[in-house]
């Protein structure tokens, strides 16, 4: 790109902004996969009782549940996808900067 006119800066624009966009298009298909499961763990949950048999379960006197269902708050998810954007964010910037740094005619050698 930088062979024909693009400027240092501006690659490292385009790169950035590429990796804005996959960090984007990953997270939304990872919360289209991972979305149905979370509503069944939430709804139906694991069923334990087939492996601890009939009966009260306690640990310490406390009743433990045989079911476990998975709770997930907007705050969490709020967090998770931040922290993921961030990092991918910041995995991106050094393939920017590098493609931004390395002088045309030897990009051209590499290839």
């Avoid at 490292?12 to 804005?20: H, I, K, N, P």
Wanted: proline share 4%.
């Amino acid at each position: 790109m930088m062979v024909i006119g693009m400027s240092s800066r501006q690659l490292f624009q385009l790169v950035l902004l590429e990796s804005v966009w996959l960090t984007l298009f990953g997270l939304v298909l990872g919360e289209l996969l991972t979305a149905p499961w979370y509503w069944y763990l939430n709804v139906y949950g694991i069923d334990l009782s087939s492996m601890m048999g009939k009966g009260d379960h306690t640990v310490l006197g406390v009743l433990i549940n045989l079911i476990i269902r998975i709770r997930l708050y907007t705050e969490s998810i709020l967090t998770i996808l931040s922290t993921v954007f961030g990092l991918s964010l910041l995995s991106g910037i050094y393939p920017a900067w590098r493609a931004g740094c390395v002088p045309p005619i030897e990009s051209l050698r590499t290839i």
